[in-house]
C-alpha cells in the first residue's frame, strides 16, 4: 500500500498533505449551506464550508475520515470516526448532523471525482487506528433479525441498557424513565413531562385499585412504582437487564412497596398463566421484538390478559415499511439496539387485530419524543466530564450521536412514536365512557 501511494504521490509533487485535504474539503462542502466549519488538527487552519458565522466546528485529527468521504463515501464512516476520536465535533452536535442528508446526495462531475479520488489516494493513513476509548467498548455487531432467539435478546438488551445505572442517572430524570415524555407545554421541565407520562399511561388503563398491572419491559421500575403509589394497583414488571432489575428492587424496597410491586428478569415468552392480569402495558418494549415475532408477542399478551381487559403499547415507529437500510437503522443497530427493528404504525395496528384485539384509542406522541431528546443530549452534554467516570469517551459520543439522531428524525417525520389503548375483545358492550375526555382529564365521560 505504501508502493502505491507513494506512486501516486507522484502526480501531485507540490502539494502537501495539507493542501491535499483541503481541496478534498473544498470540493464536498461546494454549495452547502449549514452553519459548519472545519479544521485539520486542533491547532490547524479553520475553514468555514457554510455560512458564517459557523456554530460547529469538525476538526480531523486523521486523514482517514477524509480519504473515505471520497474513496468509500458512507456517512456512517465519518460518525466511527468520531467515535475513535479520529473527528472531534466542536460545538452544536444538530448542525454536524445537518451533513448526512448533504453527504447522501453529494453528486460530483466524473473529471472532478476521479481527481478527488487520485487525491485521497495520496492521503497517508496512520497505522494506529485505535484510540484508547476504542479499547474499553465491545462494538455490537447487527444480529440476524430473523431470530430474535430470547439469547440474543438479552445479549442486545444487556449491551443498551447494562451500560451503568450512573450513567443514565446523569440525563434521565429523578425517576429513570427511558422513554417518551408527555409535555403539557413546551417549557416543562423533564421531571414533570414524565410524571405526566406515566399519569397518562395509568388514565388510559383506567387503571383501579387492588387491580393487576403487567408492564413488559418495566425498565427501571418508574411506571409499576407510580402505578402502585398512585392508583393502588399491584404491579408486576419484568426486564431483561440486569442493572434496571437490581435498581427496581432497590427502589421498590427502599418506598415500601415490596407486597405491592415486584420485579423480575424474565423474558415475555416465559410468562405464564392466563387471563391474570387486568391490565397490561409496553413502553419502549416492543421495538426489541422483531418484526416476525410480532404475533407471538401479541399472542402472549393476549393471554396474560382477562378478557375485556385494556392493553396500552407505546412504542416507536418510522417511515418506512420494515425498512432496514436506511443510515439511521444502520447506525442505530451497529451502535445502540443491536436486535431493533421498526415498521409503520398500521401494520402493527394489523397484526394486533389480527391477534383479536380492539383497537380503542391511537395517540401519536412525535413532538414529545422530540423535545424528550433534546432535553436528554442537553442533560448529557451538561455532564460530560462526570460521564467519564462511568463510560468511556466513546459511549459519550455515540449516546450523544444517536439522542441528538434521533431528535431531528422525530422532527422531521422520518420516526414516530404511538401509545396504541386496546381491549382483549370479549363480544360484549365496551366498558369504557363514551368520551375520550377521562384520556386528558380523568374524568368518568
Not at 137 to 158: D, F, Y
Not at 205 to 216: F, K, T, V, Y
Not at 403 to 422: D, H, K, T
Request: net charge neutral; proline share 4%; aromatic share 10%.
Amino acid at each position: 500500500m505504501a508502493a502505491k501511494t507513494d506512486r501516486m504521490a507522484s502526480f501531485f509533487p507540490q502539494q502537501s498533505d495539507a493542501e491535499k485535504a483541503r481541496k478534498i474539503l473544498r470540493h464536498i462542502f461546494t454549495g452547502y449551506n449549514g452553519s459548519l466549519a472545519v479544521r485539520l488538527g486542533r491547532d490547524g487552519e479553520t475553514m468555514t464550508v457554510g455560512k458564517s458565522p459557523p456554530d460547529c466546528v469538525l476538526v480531523f485529527n486523521r486523514l482517514k475520515p477524509l480519504r473515505d468521504l471520497i474513496l468509500a463515501p458512507d456517512p456512517l464512516r465519518l460518525a466511527d470516526a468520531h467515535f475513535r476520536g479520529w473527528v472531534d465535533i466542536e460545538g452544536n452536535i444538530y448542525t454536524a448532523l445537518e451533513m448526512r442528508d448533504y453527504l447522501q446526495s453529494l453528486k460530483l462531475p466524473a473529471v472532478q471525482k476521479f481527481s478527488l479520488w487520485l487525491t485521497a489516494l495520496t492521503l497517508p493513513v496512520a497505522t494506529d487506528e485505535d484510540s484508547p476509548g476504542q479499547k474499553n467498548r465491545v462494538w455490537s455487531k447487527p444480529l440476524t433479525m430473523a431470530r430474535h432467539s430470547k439469547r440474543m435478546n438479552r445479549e442486545a438488551i444487556g449491551f443498551h441498557y447494562d451500560v451503568s445505572n450512573d450513567f443514565y442517572r446523569l440525563w434521565l430524570d429523578a425517576q429513570m424513565v427511558y422513554s417518551c415524555a408527555y409535555f403539557r407545554h413546551a417549557d416543562d421541565s423533564l421531571d414533570d413531562a414524565q410524571s405526566s407520562k406515566l399519569d397518562l399511561i395509568c388514565r388510559k388503563l383506567r387503571l383501579q385499585p387492588g387491580e393487576r398491572l403487567l408492564d413488559i419491559g418495566c425498565g427501571w421500575g418508574a411506571l409499576v412504582i407510580w402505578a402502585a403509589r398512585h392508583y393502588g394497583v399491584t404491579a408486576h414488571g419484568i426486564t431483561l437487564s440486569h442493572n434496571q432489575y437490581a435498581y427496581a428492587v432497590r427502589r421498590v424496597r427502599e418506598l415500601g412497596l415490596d407486597g405491592q410491586v415486584t420485579v423480575e428478569l424474565r423474558d415475555y415468552r416465559d410468562l405464564e398463566g392466563e387471563g391474570i392480569y387486568d391490565k397490561v402495558s409496553s413502553v419502549g418494549m416492543f421495538e426489541h421484538v422483531g418484526l416476525r415475532n410480532l404475533p407471538r408477542y401479541f399472542t402472549a399478551v393476549h393471554r396474560l390478559l382477562r378478557d375485556g381487559g385494556l392493553f396500552l403499547n407505546h412504542g416507536i415507529t418510522q417511515d418506512e415499511e420494515g425498512g432496514t437500510s436506511t443510515i439511521g437503522f444502520r447506525f442505530i443497530n451497529k451502535y445502540v439496539f443491536p436486535d431493533g427493528e421498526l415498521d409503520w404504525i398500521s401494520n402493527i395496528q394489523v397484526v394486533m387485530e389480527r391477534g383479536a384485539f380492539e383497537i380503542h384509542d391511537v395517540e401519536s406522541l412525535r413532538a414529545h419524543y422530540a423535545l424528550t431528546l433534546r432535553h436528554w443530549v442537553g442533560r448529557l452534554e451538561a455532564h460530560h466530564q462526570e460521564a467519564l467516570a462511568f463510560v468511556p469517551e466513546a459511549v459519550y459520543r455515540i449516546w450523544r450521536m444517536y439522542m441528538a439522531g434521533c431528535a431531528r428524525q422525530f422532527e422531521n417525520g422520518e420516526m414516530g412514536v404511538y401509545q396504541i389503548l386496546a381491549v382483549k375483545r370479549n363480544r360484549r358492550p365496551l366498558a369504557l365512557p363514551l368520551t375520550r375526555s377521562y384520556l386528558v382529564t380523568g374524568g368518568g365521560a
